[in-house]
């Protein structure tokens, strides 16, 4: 039995009362405002610091072209760029496309900033939606500070490495969370629920199908709790009913073609031409990343909380369905059954274990906190708490080190690249309507592996130098620029390398009636090796319609005479720009802020930041895919500020609705 507070000695009522400051400074405004700040500058101090650096890794190129087809030209344009075997299909992957054309539009950022925003705007949005999941699972700031500073510590790993589909899928996803439980008697909660499972389906399907098949794991897990199915069915079945009804709008919007033409699934889950070693050897690099002698044991210690939390009685949201979450996690054994698939893929499809992660930070640092404030000896429990804090501090060192996060010269367009691209496309304004553009790109013995991932690469990276209405006309060739010209596809001994160059030109030969010849670009960033790199810089001998770009230096040549030109000098933004960004951001993310306080009437700070700005993205992705699916069009300026506007009095009348008294059963649409 507890002790009455009058019969306690006086230095336990002492370290009593100095853990209950602790706790209410840790959950102030303040203190959550602090720990968004550390997780923003963590991600953000090199773009900072370095303003104009394109975004980590490869990938960013591929949602950055894509962007700019979405702003420029007919939506359906996306879907005709697939390339050799596919490579450039999304498919209706285009939540990322939708929320870079309003950053463009209303923002008013440049083609390179907006994969910078996603970059560090996912990293940290992300574990401050589980950290205010966290929070109400558990109403202890602590555990908010913890899971933030821990599910963050973890978002620097290979594991997401420019997947930003499908870090958008896991944002989404992860604030479906709060919604799970309400739905069980809300409509307002189904109706939100299903809406953030079918943006999800146009953001990463993978992901977005390995939530609803969890969710469907629900009914199971009801019946082995209640014994009864009838039981089980009324409990879960509103929810199974709402993720199912988000899941199959989405599914029928892909098939039925929502922008026009229809999409399969299956083009935006392609994978590496790569065998059981390599899937093998990858997955043993991408966990390595994560610390993995001390994570794993952390993350054991969150389940564990996570299982004494199921049994307490001290909140009604459900930590089953996290627990569940953790299942895709099995799909890593693989390679025990000789099977043969990329295994690393099934750890970035949930955030549960970023959630279990900063959970068992939690409970273990709280642990030693508690043993040492019996004094003495036991004060030494003060080095565990050193111990588990160093943890997520490693993951981040190991993060920084991994992704080269803080070197200005290393992200999806090179320095080089930059050079030569950024001299195209300052020429290539004004569009041509009558003619495309072909890059030719080659590399010297690449394993096929690799080889499929240069040509995808090359070509998205390629697509910067395509302003507004040249990227749908823009096409790749591998191969030697000899033979395209003599419109052969190069053969080399390796099967797959002829095939990517066969069906490169494929796509080239076929022309519109009354389209100019293609204007043909080599660039020497691109062709560093193969039959390309010896034409540097000796360039006669091909005419007018040929550039040899080299050190952001154009160079066409017209009955053997050759002319040089460099890229224009565009200045730089002045403050007003500035001012626009900060401006048009706060617009973006008032509409979740607004709904938020209808939605979750006792929200605070420490759901407000996370789930607010989560919220919106939501809803301005939705918007934005509705609002092309009814126009058709590019998404233009004014088609942009409409949707904003529409959406924004939609928030607000519904915030307004929110004012009147509601009932106590269904005031809260997230139930604590």
């Not at 709790?225 to 709008?249: D, K, Q």
Request: aromatic fraction near 12%; proline fraction near 6%; hydrophobic fraction near 50%.
């Amino acid at each position: 039995m507890e002790d009455h507070p009058q019969t306690r000695p006086q230095g336990q009522k002492s370290r009593g009362r100095e853990g209950l400051k602790l706790r209410r400074l840790l959950g102030t405004p303040a203190a959550f405002a602090a720990t968004a700040c550390v997780l923003l500058l963590c991600f953000a101090t090199p773009f900072l610091i370095h303003p104009d650096r394109a975004a980590p890794f490869d990938d960013p190129a591929f949602y950055s072209w894509r962007t700019e087809v979405l702003l420029y030209e007919h939506p359906a344009e996306l879907f005709e760029i697939r390339g050799p075997d596919h490579v450039y299909a999304g498919g209706y992957r285009i939540a990322t496309p939708v929320l870079g054309a309003y950053l463009r539009r209303i923002a008013g950022l440049s083609v390179i900033p907006v994969p910078s925003f996603f970059a560090v705007g996912l990293r940290v949005l992300i574990p401050l939606v589980l950290a205010a999941w966290a929070y109400r699972w558990r109403r202890d700031p602590f555990v908010w500070h913890a899971v933030a500073l821990g599910a963050g510590s973890l978002m620097l790993s290979a594991l997401f490495k420019g997947f930003t589909d499908n870090m958008m899928a896991l944002l989404l996803l992860s604030a479906a969370l709060f919604f799970l439980h309400g739905a069980r008697r809300s409509w307002a909660a189904r109706g939100v629920l299903g809406m953030l499972v079918f943006v999800a389906g146009f953001a990463h399907p993978t992901t977005f199908a390995v939530f609803c098949g969890v969710v469907l794991l629900l009914l199971p897990a009801a019946v082995l709790r209640t014994r009864s199915l009838p039981s089980a069915l009324r409990l879960e079945g509103p929810v199974i009913a709402a993720v199912l009804a988000g899941a199959l709008a989405a599914a029928a919007s892909w098939h039925f073609g929502l922008w026009g033409q229809s999409a399969s699934f299956s083009e935006a889950a392609g994978t590496p031409p790569g065998g059981q070693s390599f899937f093998y050897k990858t997955l043993g690099y991408f966990v390595s990343t994560v610390n993995p002698a001390v994570t794993l044991p952390v993350l054991v210690i969150g389940i564990a909380a996570l299982a004494l939390g199921m049994r307490a009685r001290t909140s009604g949201l459900s930590s089953r369905f996290v627990v569940l979450w953790l299942l895709p996690l099995v799909g890593v054994f693989g390679f025990v059954f000789n099977l043969t698939y990329p295994y690393y893929r099934f750890i970035n499809t949930t955030a549960a274990w970023l959630l279990v992660f900063g959970v068992g930070v939690w409970f273990a640092a709280r642990f030693f906190c508690r043993v040492a404030q019996r004094g003495g000896l036991a004060r030494a429990a003060l080095i565990g708490l050193v111990g588990i804090a160093a943890v997520p501090v490693g993951n981040i060192a190991t993060g920084y080190g991994f992704s080269q996060w803080a070197n200005p010269s290393y992200g999806w367009l090179q320095a080089d690249e930059r050079a030569d691209l950024g001299a195209v496309r300052s020429q290539l304004l004004p569009r041509d309507p009558n003619r495309s553009v072909v890059f030719v790109i080659d590399h010297a013995r690449l394993k096929s592996v690799d080889l499929k991932g240069f040509v995808k690469r090359s070509g998205n990276v390629a697509r910067y130098s395509t302003p507004g209405g040249w990227v749908g006309r823009a096409r790749v060739y591998l191969g030697s620029l000899e033979n395209l010209t003599a419109g052969r596809p190069t053969r080399r001994t390796s099967a797959l390398y002829s095939r990517l160059s066969s069906a490169s030109l494929h796509g080239i030969a076929r022309q519109s009636p009354g389209e100019r010849l293609p204007l043909v670009i080599v660039a020497g960033s691109l062709n560093e090796s193969g039959a390309n790199a010896g034409l540097f810089p000796s360039q006669r001998g091909y005419g007018k319609n040929v550039w040899f770009v080299d050190d952001g230096r154009i160079t066409a040549c017209v009955k053997g005479d050759c002319a040089s030109r460099r890229a224009r000098a565009v200045p730089g933004p002045g403050w007003w720009h500035a001012v626009r960004v900060l401006g048009g951001l706060a617009l973006l993310l008032a509409p979740g802020v607004l709904l938020l306080r209808r939605l979750v009437p006792d929200a605070g700070p420490a759901e407000f930041l996370g789930l607010g700005p989560a919220l919106s993205v939501a809803f301005l992705c939705l918007t934005g895919v509705l609002a092309v699916a009814v126009t058709r069009s590019p998404f233009s300026s004014r088609l942009a500020w409409i949707s904003l506007g529409l959406l924004l009095c939609a928030a607000l009348g519904w915030a307004a609705l929110g004012r009147r008294p509601a009932k106590k059963s269904g005031a809260a649409v997230v139930a604590s």
